[in-house]
């Protein structure tokens, strides 16, 4: 069984070998050996679980049982990522799905659920049109209104930044989406004071 590479990044490598992708967390050399275990372990169990628990109220990749304690096992997600795709798309389109998005942001926050990398790098729109959301290496549970509030600035800098000619009419659809969230508006007046301390710092 063949695999290649398809992404590498600080902390993983992920390859694709027949249907299946394999995240590899990349051993550190400048660590203690035994200290480099127990902490891939760990943030492998950890995305591992949140995988688990986000797949049951959005799509997203269920990752397989395996043995190896510094992989994680999953399906290949056939589809377009967005961002590469979605400036590509009609503006009505982009906004059909950027209000999706809001909606599955609304639905992992409820759950508690902080993605951390929240980007258009870390969604694929499929074949049956649905958002995945992917690699939640950087994720973690909180029910803390300033954590959804970084969430969503990340996301909302990507758009900028990356689909910048649309990127505040897309934002506003997200926000749509989003009010199904239960806090919204809690979270939205976070989001200010988080946006109010960047100006400030710069």
């Known amino acids: ?19 299946l992708i394999t995240k590899d967390r990349i051993p550190k050399s400048y660590r203690i050996p035994e200290l480099d275990n127990m902490l891939r372990k760990r943030r492998t169990k950890s995305e591992t679980k949140l995988l688990i628990k986000a797949s049951k109220i959005i799509p997203t990749p269920i990752p397989q049982e395996s043995k190896e304690f510094d ?15 979605l400036n590509t798309f009609p503006l009505a389109k ?7 998005i809001g ?5 992992l926050h409820n759950a508690d659920i902080i993605h951390g990398d929240l980007t258009t790098s870390n969604m694929i729109l499929s074949q049956e049109k649905k958002i995945f959301f992917i690699d939640f290496g950087l994720g973690y549970e909180s029910r803390k209104n300033e954590d959804k509030a970084v969430d969503i600035h990340l996301l909302k800098q990507a758009l900028e930044a990356k689909h ?7 934002f506003k659809e997200f926000k749509k989406g989003y009010s199904k969230s239960k806090d919204s508006k809690i979270i939205f007046k ?8 960047g100006r400030y710092k710069h």
């Open 1 to 19: 069984m063949t695999s290649k590479t398809i992404a590498q990044g600080a902390e993983a490598k992920i390859f694709l070998s027949e249907n």
């Open 71 to 85: 992989k994680i096992i999953m399906p290949f997600i056939d589809g377009k990522k967005l961002s590469k795709h």
């Open 94 to 100: 982009q906004k059909q799905i950027l209000k999706q």
């Open 103 to 107: 909606n599955s942001v609304a639905k």
């Open 164 to 170: 910048f000619k649309s990127g505040e009419t897309l």
């Open 190 to 197: 976070r989001l200010n004071a988080v946006e109010k301390r």
